[in-house]
């Protein structure tokens, strides 16, 4: 097959490794959503943790992401 | 119809050609944001603080918001030893939000999106904490790589995955900053080709695209923040070193 298609396949087959980040962003938010509900006073002072961890589980999305457009566009 | 790249908005125009010796030291156009970028930080604080009224009014409110978030943010994180670094904590997430914001701007230049700008500041960020922890508490700063209450055979595994992973920081902190900026905007610039090409059914990217600027405004912050907690946080291992 030529270059141009096996580059089309390589970025669609590199777009999988977004699942694991969805999952664990899921299960983060779920945890807050979960303690929040049992200790409402306690949730106002977690929310920067839940960003900071929110930004670290999307960080491994956006690698995977980068590394299909690398293969696309170069 | 001629089509570019997706990735055409991230190339650097040399706005005035210099050169010195050997070096091609041109005012490129990322030199350029980055110039806005501190004159707009340095109008926003100098020009807040003006009227210093002890009742403040808009602006001065926002000036003493930003000092007072970052201020509990290296507090927090690093103890009240780390706030002899608050200016230095200060200046980088001041100077990569306004870089990231300004990158919003229809055709303006994302200076944060070029790996070598983010790897500049990460490893600042790196040596210097290094070499604050090794000037604060010598050799005994390498126990940092030994953490207390670990049975003493699962240490000839467990120090050099701790020594890789500390090596690892300052790629992981650039590559963050720099990857959230540039798939950003080359989705943006992706999806936009859609509009034109589907004609009268570009609504439908249209709408996703007005709806991924407002996250991408979001993300600019959230990055910019994450940057500075993660520097204060490997300022605290330097400073703190047996946890």
């Keep these: 097959m030529d270059l141009a298609s096996a580059k089309m396949i390589g970025a669609g087959l590199a777009t999988m490794g977004v699942l694991g980040a969805g999952i664990g962003i899921g299960v983060l938010f779920g945890n807050f959503v979960n303690a929040g509900i049992r200790n409402p006073a306690a949730a106002k002072t977690q929310t920067g943790n839940l960003f900071v961890g929110m930004a670290l589980s999307e960080a491994t999305a956006i690698f995977a992401l980068g590394i299909a457009m690398l293969i696309l566009f170069s | 119809m001629a089509t570019e790249s997706p990735l055409h908005q991230f190339e650097l125009v040399e706005l005035i050609p210099i050169k010195i010796g050997g070096i091609n030291a041109s005012f490129t156009n990322a030199s350029m944001w980055m110039l806005v970028a501190i004159i707009g930080v340095t109008v926003f604080l100098t020009m807040g603080m003006r009227k210093h009224a002890m009742v403040p009014g808009r602006w001065q409110s926002m000036a003493e918001m930003s000092y007072q978030f970052i201020a509990n943010l290296v507090r927090d994180n690093a103890g009240s030893e780390g706030m002899k670094y ?5 200046t980088l997430f001041m100077f990569i939000l306004f870089c990231n914001a300004l990158g919003m701007v229809p055709y303006s230049f994302t200076v944060t999106s070029h790996l070598i700008v983010t790897l500049a500041m990460a490893l600042t960020v790196f040596i210097g904490v290094t070499i604050i922890g090794f000037v604060k508490h010598g050799v005994k700063f390498l126990h940092l790589f030994s953490p207390a209450g670990v049975p003493i055979f699962v240490m000839p595994l467990l120090i050099p995955i701790e020594i890789i992973s500390y090596f690892v920081r300052p790629i992981s902190l650039s590559v963050r900053l720099f990857l959230n900026m540039m798939v950003g905007h080359t989705m943006l610039k992706v999806f936009a080709g859609f509009v034109v090409l589907l004609g009268i059914w570009g609504i439908g990217p249209l709408a996703f695209i007005v709806m991924f600027i407002g996250f991408e405004f ?25 946890h």
């Excluded at chain 2, 608050?86 to 200060?90: D, L, M, N, T, W």
């Excluded at chain 2, 910019?224 to 490997?234: E, M």
């Design chain 2, 218 to 242: 979001f993300v600019a912050l959230l990055q910019a923040y994450i940057f500075a907690v993660l520097s204060c946080l490997y300022l605290n291992d330097a400073l703190h070193p047996h």
């Design chain 2, 86 to 90: 608050f200016p230095f904590i200060f």
